[in-house]
Every structure is written in C-alpha cells, then in structure tokens.
C-alpha cells in the first residue's frame, strides 16, 4: 500500500513541476531537501515527512488529495498558482544563482568581476 501511495505522490509531483517548468533541482530548494531525495520521492521509492508533504503541495500548487490520488468525482477546480518569476528563467540560470548563494563574499566579488568582462566581451 505504501509503495502504490509513493508511486501515485511521485507520479503527481512530476506532473504538477514539469506544468510549472520547474527543475527537480528547483523544488527541492523550495522545499528545503536535497535534490537526490526529492528525486527518490519523484520515482515513488520513499514518501516524504508531514511537513515535507506540506510544502510539496504549497510549492506546487496542488492540494493533498490531488497530490495522494483521493479527488472524487467532481474535484474542485484548479487553480495554478501564480508562476514565480524566476519560473520563466532557464534553468542554467537558475543553477548558477542558487551556486551563487552560496559563495562567500569575496567569492561572489570574483563572480561579479567575471560576469562583468563576459558581458563586456559580448556586448
């Protein structure tokens, strides 16, 4: 029964991402896991904690029992939610900012001092 639950709640939150354009990486900065477990989650092999579950939906604009395959008959309608800003960026983009956030002060002025000579170069 557990497994049959993971698989539905994985086979949801991949639907709900990839309608939103979201990376596996994306979401499970959002959610505050890493991003191998929120792909195990994904594939169906574990489920996520209360409070994880909590966030998922949140985060993905899907309601519990949608999220665990329990909507009935005449579910209510969905809603999307709002796509962030940062949705309609590619998804290099956002990699690179959340290695950004990352860095340390003085790493971060090397980056900037870096992005600054490419896009004189290019520009």
């Known amino acids: 029964m557990a497994k049959k639950l993971a698989t539905r709640l994985g086979e949801s939150a ?4 990839q309608r939103l354009n979201l990376t596996q990486e994306d979401v499970a900065e959002r959610i505050g896991i890493a991003t191998e477990v929120y792909g195990r989650l994904e ?3 574990m489920l996520p904690s209360v409070p994880t579950f909590r966030k998922l939906c949140a985060v993905l604009g899907l309601s519990a029992d949608e999220a665990l395959g329990l909507t009935n008959e005449n ?8 796509p962030s800003p940062e ?8 990699r690179l900012l959340r290695r ?3 860095l ?8 900037s001092l870096v992005a600054a000579h490419l896009g004189q170069k290019l520009g």
Request: overall charge positive; charged content about 30%; proline content about 15%.
């Open 14 to 17: 991949r639907a709900a991402r």
């Open 43 to 45: 594939r169906g092999n």
């Open 87 to 94: 949705a309609s960026e590619p998804a290099e983009l956002r």
């Open 100 to 102: 950004a956030r990352q």
């Open 75 to 82: 579910p209510l309608p969905w809603t999307p939610p709002a």
């Open 104 to 111: 340390d002060r003085n790493s971060l002025r090397v980056l």
